[in-house]
């Protein structure tokens, strides 16, 4: 099980466990935290599950498709050179205890 | 009604139903609420359902919306296997087949809707099915599992979104597809010509056989693994499993017994409101009156979350319509299609990109005003499109068709 941090805009922090095979989108909608709101169901056409990952973790992270970067263009917070798409990010060992930040806004 | 004596009654726990619930609770309303679902587990993703639910051995855990606990912090009180036999409005309660009696202060109807059934295949048993919860989904998976085992072909009634989907799962597990639609094209009602042509390559492409005008006079079973297709003309093919998707029809049964004004759906206003006080309804059980007396009737995922916060903030007593372009996706193989807008009425018709390429928007105009766009493999046209049309700003056709011309700075041009 992998432990992943997410930080809300308000700075609360809380350690969610993201299965292995998981994405992190899936693991956070099913534990309610708000501000993930993911309606495609991760299906990467909606870009309401944005997150901004810890900087100097990122590249530790796959790259992220096309489909990925054209959405990342259209998120409704700041786009940052962090930004992933929440659905995107697929649980693996390497990745614990990574820090992810849930922007202000996704509609 | 929003205080700690009222309660909210909710019947259905799909997606709309638990967006309804989740959405009183962010609104701080601090009564009860009742979650009433027919289904054994709690609530659940159906998308998947025609996709990687029969390809990909999920978990369940995968498939469920939110985790029970979730469900409980949040006091939503879930009752599953729970159908309502009846609603009384002059009483406000509902009441159960089992017989138990919950009298409500808000009632939100998510009742969803039921597949049609073909009635050609009335006595062809469990060899044919049809897809809306998991158990369905679960029968298909089965079947698919005795198509591979028996080298027997899977045929799909109705060249539909889920009967499409299903033929792609199908293919991917290398079982031989043949689709029949009765209409002279693939997504008659939902597509222009062109993308339903392509549409007809891609699965053509990836082996399915493709039957327009297919007239079907009965589906029996032989064995009992093997069904049998028959048509007018006397001819017969075999199947290991036929799934049918043919659309669906609303469940406003419930309201209609009760009194609540329908019309192929539970007729809604933009906020969700029915035509009984402290009665709302959100998602594919509902059909929506328009300002301007015409009907809409969605089934999206999109829909049922708006309506369901909607339909929510209704119960409180706030207006809160749905003011986005309704969009909806569907994944085929590698293929991803957007839909921002309603094509309906459209005109004129231009495409962006190259349908070669298999990333591409098609926009459909009514005169000059931008009513929709499909997109394939092209998230940003379908995002820009979604704002461009929710906002009312339309390209003009040549603009669109310019791949060259950026439609994103309409957005701030206009802003």
Not at chain 1, 24 to 35: F, S
Not at chain 2, 32 to 52: F, M, N, V, W
Request: proline letters at 4%; hydrophobic letters at 40%; one cysteine or more.
């Amino acid at each position: 099980m992998v432990q992943i941090v997410i930080v809300q805009p308000s700075g609360a922090s809380f350690e969610l466990e993201v299965p292995e095979g998981w994405s992190l989108m899936q693991a956070a909608v099913k534990n309610g935290i708000d501000g993930i709101v993911a309606e495609c169901g991760g299906s990467c056409v909606c870009a309401t599950c944005h997150v901004y990952v810890q900087p100097e973790r990122l590249a530790e992270l796959p790259p992220p498709g096309d489909d990925e970067l054209e959405l990342l263009d259209e998120v409704k917070a700041e786009r940052r050179p962090s930004s992933r798409l929440s659905c995107q990010i697929k649980s693996a060992a390497e990745l614990d205890g990574l820090i992810v930040t849930i922007p202000e806004r996704q509609t | 009604m929003t205080g700690a004596d009222s309660h909210i009654v909710i019947i259905g726990a799909g997606q709309a139903g638990l967006q309804a619930a989740e959405t009183l609770r962010s609104e701080a309303f601090e009564g009860r609420i009742t979650l009433l679902g027919a289904e054994p587990y709690a609530p659940y993703q159906r998308p998947p359902l025609s996709k990687s639910w029969l390809t990909d051995n999920l978990d369940a855990d995968q498939l469920a919306l939110r985790d029970y606990s979730v469900l409980e912090r949040k006091q939503i009180d879930l009752w599953t296997r729970a159908s309502v036999s009846a609603i009384d409005v002059r009483s406000q309660s509902v009441l159960l087949h089992d017989g138990r009696a919950l009298t409500y202060t808000g009632l939100v109807l998510a009742t969803g809707a039921t597949p049609r059934q073909l009635p050609q295949a009335r006595d062809a048993g469990d060899l044919v099915c049809t897809l809306r919860s998991r158990a369905d989904s679960d029968a298909i998976a089965q079947g698919l599992r005795s198509c591979v085992r028996r080298e027997l072909p899977l045929v799909v009634v109705g060249g539909g979104f889920i009967g499409l989907e299903v033929a792609a799962s199908a293919r991917k597990l290398g079982i031989a597809v043949t689709i029949l639609e009765a209409a002279p094209r693939l997504l008659e009602r939902v597509l222009s010509q062109d993308l339903s042509d392509w549409y007809a390559r891609l699965h053509a492409d990836r082996g399915t056989t493709l039957i327009f005008g297919a007239r079907i006079a009965e589906i029996r079973k032989t064995s009992n693994h093997v069904a049998e297709v028959e048509f007018v003309d006397g001819h017969c093919i075999v199947a290991g499993l036929v799934v049918v998707g043919i659309g669906v029809t609303a469940n406003d049964q419930l309201a209609r017994d009760a009194g609540i004004a329908c019309e192929a759906g539970i007729i809604v206003d933009a906020c969700g409101r029915t035509s009984v006080p402290n009665i709302v309804a959100a998602g594919d059980c509902t059909v929506r009156r328009l300002s301007d007396g015409t009907m809409l009737r969605l089934e999206s995922v999109q829909n049922a979350v708006e309506q369901g916060r909607s339909a929510a903030h209704a119960l409180l007593g706030v207006d809160k319509p749905s003011l986005g372009a309704p969009w909806f996706w569907s994944d085929q193989y590698d293929m991803k299609l957007q839909i921002a807008g309603l094509s309906r009425g459209a005109d004129t018709h231009v495409l962006r990109g190259d349908m070669e390429s298999h990333s591409f928007s098609i926009y459909h105009f009514r005169e000059t005003r931008l009513v929709a766009v499909d997109s394939i493999n092209a998230a940003r046209d379908h995002m820009i499109a979604r704002d461009l049309i929710g906002r009312q700003i339309s390209p003009t056709a040549q603009q669109a068709c310019d791949t060259a011309f950026n439609l994103a700075k309409l957005r701030t041009a206009q802003a």
